[in-house]
C-alpha cells in the first residue's frame, strides 16, 4: 500500500482545515488507518484511527471533540477534518495504515506511512 497525504497549510487558530490520505491498492478496505503527528523537537504521536470497516474510530484526548477520521472505502482515502485548530496542532501529519494489531494508538503497529503533510496554525 502506497499513501499519500496531501491537505495541511497555513490556518488562523480557530480555523478549519481538512487532510486527506489517498491510498493506492485494491486491498485498502482491509487495513485500519491512522494519523499521527510530529512537532517540532517532539516524538511522533497519535491523532486519530479508523478501522477497517469505519464503524469505530479512536482519538487522542487532545483532539477529541475538535476532530473527526472518516474514510471512503470506494475512493481508497481516509480523511482527517480538523476543527478549532490551536497553535499546538501545529505539525506534520502522517497517515499510516496497518494490517491488525492490538493498540490503534501505537505507530509501532502500522505498517505504511505517507510522507506527511504540514499543518501551521497561527495565533
Sequence with gaps: VQ?????GGLVQ?????????????RTFRRY????????????R?????????????????????RFTISRDNAK?????QMNSLKPEDTAVYYCAARGWGERFDNQYEYDYWGQ????TVSS
Design 3 to 7: 499513501l499519500q497525504a496531501s491537505g
Design 13 to 25: 487558530t480557530g480555523g478549519s482545515l481538512r487532510l486527506s490520505c489517498a491510498a493506492s491498492g
Design 32 to 43: 485500519d488507518m491512522g494519523w499521527f503527528r510530529q512537532a517540532p523537537g517532539k516524538e
Design 45 to 65: 504521536e497519535f491523532v486519530a484511527a479508523i478501522s477497517w470497516s469505519g464503524t469505530s474510530t479512536y482519538y487522542a484526548d487532545s483532539v477529541k471533540g
Design 76 to 80: 481508497n482515502t481516509v480523511y482527517l
Design 116 to 119: 506527511g503533510t504540514l499543518v
